[in-house]
């Protein structure tokens, strides 16, 4: 998502829908930000057409932050006109998982992906060139302990990795697993003590706890299906 600069991550899940964190667009209003498509390097207009759109509408969880500073930290944002697929051939919509898989993710790897800081010793500098690294999906009780326990609630889940994470900036963003060959988003990075510190890993909303929502605020638009199977 784009305002001045990349500021946070989303996932296109809809031909008119982005799926992103609660606290990328909490304080924000429609048409006051963009969404920008399809680009590797924010920097330069050269390398790929890049597609933006305008949000027209911004739908928070409704349980966003109750029970926990990030609990439900999901948002949908509605396009102002929907991607046509059959002409955009780069661009296609991330598959959601088919039912929540609760602890079956716990030693899966995930890749994450964005824009974010890339040395949190330098937190100012955010990456010119889409990154991406992979992250272990662990046990959420283990999570607690390097945090508040509270802090890390059911709709939750952490993940970790030798030196590498998600960082600031990479919000909203998606955290994929590769379910037989197809890139599964199973959670929207939210947030983390620090970035890369053994003891506080990154910390995601799992998708699956809100598919039903997600469904409810979606048209039965092309979705990923489509294509994958
Ligand atoms: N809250 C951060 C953001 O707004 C994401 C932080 C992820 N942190 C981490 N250590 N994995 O961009």
């Known amino acids: 998502m784009y305002w001045d600069k990349f500021y946070c991550g989303g996932s296109l899940i809809r031909d008119d829908t982005v799926l992103t964190a609660a606290h990328c667009v909490v304080n924000r209003k429609p048409y006051t930000f ?75 790897i995930g890749t994450v992906s964005g824009w974010g800081v890339i040395d949190p010793k330098n937190p100012t500098v955010q990456a010119n060139i889409l990154q991406k690294t992979n992250v272990e999906i662990m046990n959420t009780q283990e999570c607690k302990n390097g945090y508040p326990a509270s802090e890390v609630t059911s709709t939750m889940f952490c993940a970790k990795a030798n030196s590498t994470d998600s960082c600031y900036g990479d919000s909203g963003g998606p955290l994929t697993v590769n379910q037989d060959g197809v890139h599964v988003l199973e959670g929207v990075i939210s947030w983390g003590k620090n970035c890369a510190k053994p003891q506080w890993p990154g910390v995601y909303s799992n998708v699956g706890k809100v598919l039903r929502w997600i469904r409810d605020h979606t048209r039965d638009a092309h979705s990923c299906w489509q294509d994958a199977i």
């Not at 969404?35 to 933006?52: A, H, M, P, Q, S």
């Not at 109750?66 to 396009?79: G, I, M, P, V």
Request: with cysteine; charged share 30%.
């Open 34 to 108: 963009d969404v920008i498509l399809g680009d590797i390097n924010w920097t330069t207009k050269k390398e790929t057409l890049d597609i933006r759109r305008q949000v027209i509408r911004i739908d928070i969880h409704p349980r966003f932050a109750q029970r926990a500073t990030f609990d439900y930290d999901f948002a949908l944002l509605k396009l102002h006109s929907r991607i046509n697929f059959d002409i955009i051939s780069f661009i296609r919509p991330a598959c959601l998982p088919f039912y929540d898989q609760d602890d079956l993710l716990t030693g899966q």
